[in-house]
C-alpha cells in the first residue's frame, strides 16, 4: 500500500464550481501535510500548508483529520488558471523527505 | 532571485550507457533533494544533502545511481549503465534549512532512455 493515495480524477469543471478532493495517508506517524500543485510538464510548487485546524488561502481551503488520516483540498469559484494536477504531500516527525501521492487531475473549463 | 536550476533539461541515452544530472540549489540553501518522477505518478525520494553530507540515500533504487555534492553547493546525480525503467523526469529541490521548510524544486531534468 502506498504511503499516500489520492483520486487520480480527473475533475472536470466549469468555471465558477467549486471542486473538492480528499488524500489519505497510511503511516499515523505523519507530521507535516502539503498541497502541492503541478502544471503539465512543470515543477511542482508549494499551494499550501495544511493545519490541524484547517486553513484557507483565497478560494482555497485544506482540512486535517488526523483520526482518519485524510487531507481535503476545496477551491472555490474555481479559474481557468486552476487546471493542474494537485499532489498531496506529507512528511514524518524527524524526516526531511516529502512523500507524495500520485496527484489529482483538475480540469477547468470556460 | 534565481532558484534551482537543473542541466540538462532533456537527456535520451541508449541502454547501457551512463548519464549525469547536475543540479544548482539556490544560493545558501542547506538540504538538497533528488526525487524520481515517472510518467503519471507523483515524485519519489531519491536522496538527500545536507551541505556535503549525504544523510539519506535509502530511496536510490539500485547501486547504479550515486549522488554527490563535494562542496555542499552544485550537486550530481550519475546513473550508470542506463535501462529503460530509468526514464524519468529527475527532480531536485533544495531548502534553505534542514527540517519542515519549504521546499523548492528545480524544473527537472527528462530522462528517456532508448
Known amino acids: 500500500r502506498k504511503e499516500v493515495e489520492q483520486d487520480p480524477g480527473p475533475f472536470n469543471v466549469p468555471e465558477g464550481a467549486t471542486v473538492a478532493f480528499n488524500c489519505t495517508y497510511s503511516n499515523s506517524a505523519s507530521q507535516s501535510f502539503f498541497w502541492y500543485r503541478q502544471d503539465c510538464r512543470k515543477e511542482p510548487k508549494l499551494l499550501m500548508s495544511?493545519?490541524?485546524s484547517g486553513n484557507e488561502d483565497g478560494r482555497f481551503t485544506a482540512q486535517l483529520n488526523r483520526a482518519s488520516q485524510y487531507i481535503s483540498l476545496l477551491i472555490r469559484d474555481s479559474k481557468l488558471s486552476d487546471s493542474a494536477t494537485y499532489l498531496c504531500v506529507v512528511t514524518r516527525s524527524n524526516d526531511y523527505k516529502l512523500s507524495f501521492g500520485a496527484g489529482t487531475t483538475v480540469t477547468v473549463r470556460a | 532571485g534565481a532558484g534551482v536550476s537543473q542541466s540538462p533539461r532533456y537527456k535520451v541515452a541508449k541502454r547501457g550507457q551512463d548519464v549525469a544530472l547536475r543540479c544548482d540549489p539556490i544560493?545558501?540553501?542547506?538540504?538538497l533533494f533528488w526525487y524520481q518522477q515517472a510518467l503519471g505518478q507523483g515524485p519519489e525520494f531519491l536522496t538527500y544533502?545536507?551541505?556535503?553530507?549525504?544523510?539519506?540515500k535509502s530511496g536510490l533504487p539500485s547501486d547504479r545511481f550515486f549522488a554527490e555534492r563535494p562542496e555542499g553547493s552544485v550537486s550530481t546525480l550519475k546513473i550508470q549503465r542506463t535501462q529503460q525503467e530509468d526514464s524519468a523526469v529527475y527532480l531536485c529541490?533544495?531548502?534553505?534549512?534542514?527540517?519542515?521548510?519549504?521546499?523548492?524544486f528545480g524544473p527537472g531534468t527528462r530522462l528517456t532512455v532508448l
Open positions: 529541490a533544495s531548502s534553505l534549512v534542514p527540517g519542515q521548510d519549504t521546499q523548492y
Open positions: 544533502f545536507q551541505n556535503e553530507a549525504q544523510l539519506d
Open positions: 495544511v493545519y490541524s
Open positions: 544560493s545558501g540553501h542547506v538540504s
